[in-house]
């Protein structure tokens, strides 16, 4: 089996999976709990500063979407940080990595941006023994509006200034969460490295409404007839979150910078996929709140198999491997001719291909009389929109044509050469060859 | 040219394909978009039921979810870890009266997750790579005996020799595997899957199987006792209860488990001898599976009788209902009175029965059924002569099969409780295992 054992700034853990700031790690029965089904880690539910704790509604907070059969895709949440006084989470995290000494125990805070405020608070979180601090710097609701979270987390220069303080105040790692409220996720992953942080984690969760109760004709959850927008987090979100990613570990002023990856981490694959786009680890808060703590086992089966399957000893040997093959839409290929073929033992007929493509797309796939569906290749553009809504698992497949061979769509003849967009004819600043 | 409708007993009564196609796999294995689809539908839930209902705690949803995310050799070995055996048991178990009787979904929406099969997806693509899964721990030196090479035993052996042990498997027949090769129906266990079993589970290293050796005629307890640090009895059942009515010596009288044992042995299944006409006495597994396999090889006539009714009938509705779409009949509330014929069996003659104040007995209406065979599926019995405590007629054990002497484990459908299951066998091999490891290092 191979070994998960993850070193993440210096922090050690069995494995790379550990769970984001949230409820799942509100609390020292939940991360006791979490620690003894499997999880390599967690990052404490954020703190606030010392004084009367926050309060949350005492309504619903939650709201979903859903997938067929009822599967958790999206959730959101208008929960706030802690609710709880901080030195009750400060003894219980002081007790808890004394008793798990093998597991990163991180503690997230948000409090005021002010100086004397972290000046107070990061000697107390370095007492507790844990390994290491992450800013809240995202929160989108509630605490931004009083100046904390993504009110912090969207103006680079405030972030480089709380992450200056904490490396004053505070001697282990200093990981900065950030929101990915913002249009260009580089700058503040900038100011976070040039404040002195170790590591930047991504994403918080991003502004949303998931429904809105047209009875009532009011967003949801609904709190006594009124609503907010929240934070959107699981499944949905990881697209988002790994592109995110990908801007930070191929950026130049950020390359090699470490990250922890976050947002929808719901299976081994989805970790793998953080790890090769430049994540240390993963955590993950909306597979927990849904299937509960177990489900890191089979995270960590999966990743474990897949590692061996592929000669992987550890989790550095493929950390980054899908970096260099992010590029920028104008390198691609273009050059490059594919074809989609439909296998017809694996086709039931829907005809959802058909009518994505013959309604939405090149009306590339004919449909006989009796029900059989075949792709024109003199039409097909490769555009994949068959692939993706065919229900069958590689019933539909994109078959790259040889080089050499005609393609019956433009007539010409596949190069197999590579040639992009900078140097394409039609691009008025192509610059030429010469 | 025999066919369906030739008189008395005999074989040829189908062609060569419509045998194999009779024989095929019962349910046939899971196409890679059906696992998708069947999967999906699992909702991890939590505390499951299903793990409850299942007698070896099999991590049902974890194993589901580790197939749905693309691993099922990982998958499989979440089965594996509980029930070596998990590759026959995903054939044989009647899942509707276990984990799938319970599923949330069947209960919700009357149809459950298809537990079963998804299991045997797991488990035949992990077996069908090259390497074992497992590895023998450091050796303990120890040694033990098992009498048995049944599920029970295999079991037993398996996380023995795991645990560093070596095992010594003794079997009085001359194939290992027990009941899995020579009792269960052909078309749950096709392609001699039971014999491949056996070799993949010997294949951690650590067990021995000798064939031929019976207990109390080639091998004693007292001997073993003395060569061996522990014994595990898993013999079965294989005595059978014999049908006590007048004529039942008349030729076409058979014992269902001796027919059904010498189909499994078979290598071309037209040669069987069939009748015209079967009837087949008994309520249970072995009554069904004799039922439905005379009906496939040809049968044209086949009922099952039974003497009280339906709802008492050890074989689940499923099996009565796989009986049924077969073609055969089912007769309950009849009691076999005796064998008519002339030399060979022509008919058998029931009495109706009725439940008088709580007992069963006889209304004197009679009805015969014409029978050229006769399958008698009554039970069966302990067939180990052993000096050891019993309760009823198996070997009494308490705990994690203990039995009455000191060294001496006992597990499967020879073992008190239980319900003569191959699944139930693999979890008392298992347990038993445990123990034996574990007293044995506790007296190290
Ligand atoms: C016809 C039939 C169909 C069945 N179908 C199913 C089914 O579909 N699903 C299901 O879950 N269960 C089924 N069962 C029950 C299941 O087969 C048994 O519960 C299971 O095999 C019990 O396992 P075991 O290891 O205890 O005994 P067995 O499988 O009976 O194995 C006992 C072994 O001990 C050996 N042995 C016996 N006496 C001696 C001796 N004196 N010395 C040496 N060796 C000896 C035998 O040769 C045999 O190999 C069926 C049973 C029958 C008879
Ligand atoms: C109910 C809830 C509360 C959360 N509270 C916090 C918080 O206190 N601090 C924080 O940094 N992130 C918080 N998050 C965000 C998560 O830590 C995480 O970044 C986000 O949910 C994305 O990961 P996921 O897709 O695995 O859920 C919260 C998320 C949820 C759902
Ligand atoms: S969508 Fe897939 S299954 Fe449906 S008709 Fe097209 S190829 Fe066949
Ligand atoms: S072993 Fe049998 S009862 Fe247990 S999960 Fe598998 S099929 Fe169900
Ligand atoms: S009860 Fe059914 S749905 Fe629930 S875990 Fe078991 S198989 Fe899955």
């Known amino acids: 089996m191979a070994d998960l054992t993850t070193d993440f700034l210096g922090i050690k853990s069995p494995n790379p999976f550990w769970l984001a700031s949230a409820p799942p790690t509100d609390k020292e029965y939940n991360v006791r709990r979490a620690f003894e089904a499997g999880w390599g880690g967690v990052v404490w539910k954020t703190l606030g500063s010392d004084g009367p704790p926050v309060v949350n509604v005492n309504g619903p907070r939650y709201g979903v979407i859903h997938g067929a059969d009822r599967r958790v895709l999206g959730l959101n949440n208008i929960e706030l940080i802690t609710d709880r006084p901080l030195d009750v989470n400060l003894a219980e995290i002081t007790r808890v990595k004394k008793d798990y000494p093998d597991r990163a125990l991180i503690v997230s805070l948000m409090v005021p941006c002010e100086e004397e405020a972290w000046k107070e608070v990061l000697p107390k979180v370095e007492a507790t023994g844990a390994d290491g601090i992450e800013l809240n710097f995202g929160c989108p609701h509630g605490m931004s509006e009083r100046g904390m979270g993504a009110a912090v987390g969207q103006v680079p220069e405030y972030i480089e200034m709380v992450t200056r303080w904490c490396k004053k105040y505070y001697s282990k790692p200093v990981i900065v969460k950030l929101t990915p409220n913002i249009t260009d996720i580089r700058a503040p992953a900038e100011a976070a490295k040039r404040g002195g942080a170790d590591a930047v984690s991504l994403i918080n969760t991003i502004n949303s409404i998931v429904s809105v109760d047209l009875d009532a004709m009011c967003p949801e959850p609904s709190i006594d007839g009124k609503g907010t927008h929240g934070g959107y987090c699981g499944p949905a979100v990881k697209p988002i979150a790994m592109s995110m990613v990908s801007e930070i570990a191929r950026a130049p002023a950020t390359a090699g910078f470490p990250i922890s990856g976050i947002g929808g981490v719901t299976t081994w694959r989805d970790a793998a996929e953080y790890i090769t786009l430049g994540c240390g680890n993963v955590q993950v808060c909306t597979a927990a709140m849904t299937y509960g703590f177990k489900v890191v086992q089979e995270m960590i089966s999966g990743l474990s198999q897949w590692m061996d399957e592929k000669g992987h000893t550890s989790i550095q040997d493929f950390m980054g491997a899908a970096v260099p093959n992010t590029t920028d839409w104008q390198y691609l290929n273009l050059n490059y001719v594919a074809k989609a073929s439909i296998n017809q033992n694996d086709c039931i007929s829907c005809g959802r291909c058909f009518a994505a493509c013959e309604d939405t797309s090149h009306q590339a796939i004919a449909m006989s009389d009796d029900r059989k569906f075949s792709v024109v290749d003199a039409e097909c553009v490769a555009c994949n929109l068959c692939v993706e809504v065919c229900p069958v698992e590689g019933c539909i497949t994109m078959v790259p044509q040889t080089a050499g061979s005609v393609d019956p769509r433009t007539g010409q003849t596949v190069d197999g050469s590579y040639a992009n967009w900078t140097t394409h004819p039609n691009n008025p600043g192509a610059c030429a060859a010469e | ?444």
């Not at chain 2, 203990?402 to 003569?420: I, K, L, P």
Request: proline share 3%; with cysteine.
């Open chain 2, 1 to 444: 040219m025999t066919s369906s409708m030739t008189p008395g007993i005999a074989a040829n009564r189908l062609g060569q394909d419509e045998l194999a196609n009779n024989f095929a796999d019962l349910h046939m294995p899971l196409q890679p978009h059906e696992v998708k689809v069947a999967a999906d539908r699992c909702y991890f839930c939590h505390d499951a039921p299903c793990v409850t209902a299942c007698p070896t705690d099999i991590d049902i949803p974890l194993f589901i979810r580790q197939i749905s995310t693309g691993t099922p050799e990982a998958a499989a070995k979440t089965i594996f870890d509980m029930n070596i055996l998990g590759g026959m048991c995903a054939r044989v178990c009647p899942t509707e009266e276990l984990c799938e009787q319970v599923c949330v979904r069947e209960v919700a929406e009357g149809k459950p997750v298809e537990i079963g099969r998804l299991q045997r997806h797991a488990t035949d693509t992990l077996m069908a790579q090259d390497a074992h899964p497992y590895k023998r721990a450091a050796s303990t030196g120890k040694k033990i005996a098992i009498v048995g090479a049944g599920p029970a035993g295999l079991s037993c052996g398996h996380r023995l020799a795991m645990l560093g042990n070596e095992v010594m498997i003794y079997d009085a027949n001359p194939k290992a595997g027990g009941l899995n090769e020579y009792g269960i129906a052909a078309y749950k266990s096709t392609n001699d899957f039971a014999q491949s079993e056996v070799d993949w589970l010997k294949s951690i290293g650590g067990i021995t199987i000798e064939n031929g050796q019976g207990l109390g005629r080639d091998i004693h307890l007292d001997q073993l006792a003395s060569d061996f640090d522990a014994i595990f009895l898993s013999v079965g059942l294989s005595g059978v209860n014999a049908l006590a009515i007048d004529g039942s010596e008349k030729d076409g009288v058979q014992d269902a488990v001796k027919f059904i044992n010498d189909l499994r042995q078979s290598n071309d299944l037209a040669t069987i001898p069939i009748g015209r006409n079967v009837v087949v006495i008994g309520g249970g597994m072995t009554a069904v599976d004799a039922a439905v396999q005379s009906k496939l090889l040809g049968a044209e006539q086949v009922t099952i009788a039974y003497r009280r009714g339906r709802d008492a009938m050890s074989a689940s509705r499923y099996e009565q209902d796989l009986a049924a779409s077969h073609g055969v009949k089912l007769l309950f509330n009849a009691q076999p009175n005796a064998v008519l014929g002339n030399g060979a069996a022509t008919a058998v003659e029931f009495e109706y029965t009725a439940q008088n104040a709580g007992k069963l007995s006889g209304t004197g209406e009679m009805i015969q059924i014409a029978a050229d065979q006769v399958f008698s599926a009554i039970g069966q019995t302990l067939n180990a002569d052993v000096d050891l405590k019993l309760e009823g007629r198996k070997i009494a054990i308490t705990g994690a099969g203990r039995t009455s002497r000191a060294g001496v484990w006992a597990g499967g459908d020879c073992a008190s409780g239980g319900n003569d299951l191959t699944v139930t066998a693999v979890a008392e091999g298992r347990d038993a295992a445990m123990d034996i490891h574990e007293t044995l290092m506790g007296a190290a």
